[in-house]
């Protein structure tokens, strides 16, 4: 059971590169997020899709943009790497239904950026 | 906006200690809450859940009861081990806002042998 899968899970970039971070799921999940956590902080909200061809944005959207061409696949770009954006990265999803449902989380995507 | 607050760590135990970490919430609405930890190098795993008040929610040996009167959700644990190390969020999901989930910002734990 591959649940959510996260590539890559370490990368180093220079300030002004960009980079995708790649996310699959393969349970059918409608919902996806991503999620940054920084040191000693909870995780905040960056973009999420309640379905593929919709997304929209959470707490910390600047410099992000994600897509959704399909239901299991969600990736987050990073345009122009700021030294802020330096933390661990995590895609999570669930499913709708009778209420809320629980998130299944990938392992997350360390990112440095010097 | 809804909102959880968690108590302050790092909490360090001896093996066999209660564990209590508190946890409260501010939301609209009639949210589900949970419990997520994280081991070390891991991502997030539910621990247990809890969708309306005076639920309680099991797991492992930890359980929290959903407090609708004091909007409460103490994660609690008569015996700790070394194993239960890590960090724990809690989270709340607001159904009328659709599955945007808020959390904590976590409690680290260390278990001492």
């Known amino acids: 059971n591959a649940g959510v899968t996260q590539t890559p899970k370490f990368r180093i970039l220079k300030i002004g590169q960009s980079m995708t971070l790649q996310c699959a799921q393969d349970?059918?999940?409608?919902?996806m997020y991503w999620y940054r956590q920084d040191p000693g902080m909870g995780l905040k909200l960056i973009y999420y899709s309640v379905g593929a061809g919709i997304t929209d944005k959470g707490e910390v959207p600047n410099g992000y943009n994600v897509s959704r061409s399909t239901t299991e696949d969600f990736p987050l770009r990073l345009e122009l790497a700021a030294p802020s954006q330096t933390s661990v990265y995590f895609c999570?999803?669930?499913?709708?239904?009778?209420?809320?449902?629980?998130?299944?989380f990938g392992e997350g995507s360390r990112l440095t950026v010097l | 906006g809804n909102s959880v607050t968690q108590m302050e760590g790092p909490v360090t135990l001896s093996e066999e200690a209660f564990l209590t970490i508190n946890c409260t919430y501010t939301a609209t609405g009639y949210p589900s809450l949970f419990w997520y930890v994280q081991y070390p190098g891991e991502g997030l795993q539910l621990l247990l859940k809890a969708t309306k008040a005076d639920d309680k929610g099991s797991n492992k040996g930890f359980e929290a009861t959903y407090r609708k009167e004091t909007t409460s959700f103490h994660l609690e644990k008569g015996s700790v081990q070394v194993s239960d190390s890590a960090v724990y969020f809690c989270?709340?999901?607001?159904?009328?806002?659709?599955?945007?989930?808020?959390f904590g910002p976590g409690t680290r734990l260390s278990v001492l042998p």
């Open positions: 999570a999803s669930s499913s709708s239904g009778t209420g809320p449902g629980e998130l299944f």
């Open positions: 989270a709340l999901s607001d159904r009328d806002y659709g599955q945007n989930f808020v």
């Open positions: 349970m059918n999940h409608n919902y």
